[in-house]
């Protein structure tokens, strides 16, 4: 998998990454003269160690609470640990592979990175925030309660994991039909927090908080109440989702050496405590 003049290698974002497709037998080749890549390959970094296997291990525990997540798996080269994830702006039938309109929140806010601070991803650079992602869904979307519940999930999940990188670039839309949108799946799942070198500040205010460690089930709450949520509607949702997110971590089990399902199930609790008492 070298690179080739004739491969479409390129894509968005810092960690080390290139462009793979699967091919029928399941062996892997490149995506070569315009054909549509199936799967993004990302190698570990190699300052924060065990990166690849905590977001494996994060895009798992979405999966087994409910929240729609890319597919991934752990793929050892040599003594160098790859993350290899399915994309879930494909769909292959009959071995023939077809892109599915797709654009992140920047782009459909129009940021152009290129333009613009490259940092503008990020809220406190001038990015977009989450009540203008929820606008978006609530303009264009199919069912806009039911996906504006799914971002909600998608924070919830953040805080849970304490993810400070759910930027802008790393929330999409698909483009269902024309002029239609609905939340993409889960992706870039990386529990920040586990690095104490690394910030522990909310990529996207929420609630107008943005210590992750302290944000709370309010916070959460007076955030999905900004997106137009009914309080009561926004409350049981997170709860259910922590309750999830709970039973999740015993059936999900870590991909490596961090801690990644401990953190989670004693972050969920903590959340879950604090809604039983304020009810």
């Known amino acids: 998998l070298a690179f080739h003049d004739d491969s ?24 070569a003269q315009g054909f549509p890549s199936t799967h993004i390959l990302k190698v570990d ?12 291990t994060c895009l798992e525990l979405a999966r087994a609470a409910g929240i729609p997540a890319a597919t991934s798996n752990i793929t050892p080269f040599g003594e160098i640990d ?12 009959d071995d023939r592979v077809v892109r599915l309109h797709q654009e992140d929140a920047c782009q459909a806010l129009g940021i152009d990175l290129e333009v613009a601070d490259p940092r503008a991803k990020y809220e406190s650079h001038g990015g977009p925030s989450l009540r203008q ?21 998608q924070v919830t999940f953040t805080v849970v994991i304490g993810n400070a990188d ?29 690095w104490p070198n690394l ?23 007076r955030e999905a109440r900004t997106w137009g949520l009914p309080q009561s ?7 259910e989702v922590l309750e999830r997110l709970r039973e999740g971590t015993s059936t999900v089990q870590n991909a490596g050496d961090l801690d ?15 809604t039983v008492l304020s009810d």
């Open 45 to 56: 970094d190699q300052r924060h160690r065990g990166l690849v296997r905590a977001e494996h």
């Open 233 to 239: 509607l926004t409350r049981d949702r997170i709860q």
């Open 82 to 93: 790859c993350i290899i994830v399915e994309r879930f702006d494909r769909s292959v039938s």
């Open 166 to 194: 759910h930027h802008a670039k790393n929330i999409s839309f698909l483009h269902t039909q024309p002029g239609l949108i609905e939340l993409a799946p889960l992706y870039d799942t990386v529990p920040t927090s586990l």
């Open 133 to 153: 992602v929820a606008n978006t869904l609530a303009a264009h979307a199919v069912n806009p309660e039911q996906e504006l519940l799914r971002l909600l999930d």
């Open 260 to 274: 990644v399902v401990t953190v989670a199930r004693t972050r969920a609790e903590e959340l879950l405590d604090a």
């Open 8 to 31: 479409a290698l390129s894509i968005a974002g810092i960690q080390n990454k290139m462009l793979l497709v699967q091919q029928p037998d399941g062996t892997w080749g490149r995506p």
């Open 199 to 221: 910030d522990q500040r909310a990529a996207m205010s929420i609630g107008a908080a943005v210590d992750l460690p302290d944000i709370t089930v309010s916070d959460l709450v």
